[in-house]
T-cell receptor, first 118, second 112 residues
Framework: DAGVTQSPTHLIKTRGQQVTLRCSPISGHKSVSWYQQVLGQGPQFIFQYYEKEERGRGNFPDRFSARQFPNYSSELNVNALLLGDSALYLC?????????????????FGAGSRLTVL | GNSVTQMEGPVTLSEEAFLTINCTYTATGYPSLFWYVQYPGEGLQLLLKATKADDKGSNKGFEATYRKETTSFHLEKGSVQVSDSAVYFCALPGAGSYQLTFGKGTKLSVIP
């Protein structure tokens, strides 16, 4: 079975531009989460979606938005790019509602989309 | 909110050496605890987890015990291999039920 797939794998943008990143979850997984990993740091939570509804949002500005489609794939959009948005953007999928507090829903991560903003 | 503090890296070990990567946490209650590993050029993979106090998670020769008395979840392996070279992240559920909070990561390099 295919794992979590993300596209594109690498991209370069300039300040002020907009970017859309895509994610396809593991078949059967209905929950998708997005994380930002700046070089040398741990991943930071951005969004979590379950059944097309936003279940959680991290401490990111409104320039960041996301959505989930009926087939459970997801897109992350970032507007008005800043240099500080340069990072690896990771998508993760999980079964069920995606709640991780009990440890029952394990997050499976994709390889990420590396965004460079010049 | 919940947080983790992880041992700073990088860590360089010779093959077959003993590994310990320290992780301490601050949390309300007793949340599940996780170790994730990131190999070069790849996404994160769950290495092991523990869902309650005194549980021991184990996988691929790695172990970690959930110690509520010391609020710790240290990662150990008795004999590391070159293939264990990666970045290791300690994590726990964050402010909401749907997010993980990660440590900054510890880069491990194992030399032959």
């Amino acid at each position: 079975d295919a794992g979590v797939t993300q596209s594109p794998t690498h991209l370069i943008k300039t300040r002020g531009q907009q970017v859309t990143l895509r994610c396809s979850p593991i078949s059967g997984h209905k929950s998708v989460s997005w994380y930002q990993q700046v070089l040398g740091q741990g991943p930071q939570f951005i969004f979590q979606y379950y059944e097309k509804e936003e279940r959680g949002r991290g401490n990111f500005p409104d320039r960041f938005s996301a959505r989930q489609f009926p087939n459970y794939s997801s897109e992350l959009n970032v507007n008005a790019l800043l240099l500080g948005d340069s990072a690896l953007y990771l998508c993760a999928s999980s079964l069920g509602t995606g709640a991780v507090s009990s440890g029952a829903n394990v997050l499976t991560f994709g390889a990420g989309s590396r965004l460079t903003v010049l | 909110g919940n947080s983790v503090t992880q041992m700073e890296g990088p860590v360089t070990l010779s093959e077959e050496a003993f590994l310990t990567i320290n992780c301490t946490y601050t949390a309300t209650g007793y949340p599940s605890l996780f170790w994730y590993v990131q190999y070069p050029g790849e996404g994160l993979q769950l290495l092991l987890k523990a869902t309650k106090a005194d549980d021991k998670g184990s996988n691929k020769g790695f172990e970690a015990t959930y110690r509520k008395e010391t609020t710790s979840f240290h990662l150990e392996k008795g004999s590391v291999q070159v293939s264990d070279s990666a970045v290791y992240f300690c994590a726990l559920p964050g402010a909401g039920s749907y997010q993980l909070t990660f440590g900054k990561g510890t880069k491990l390099s194992v030399i032959p």
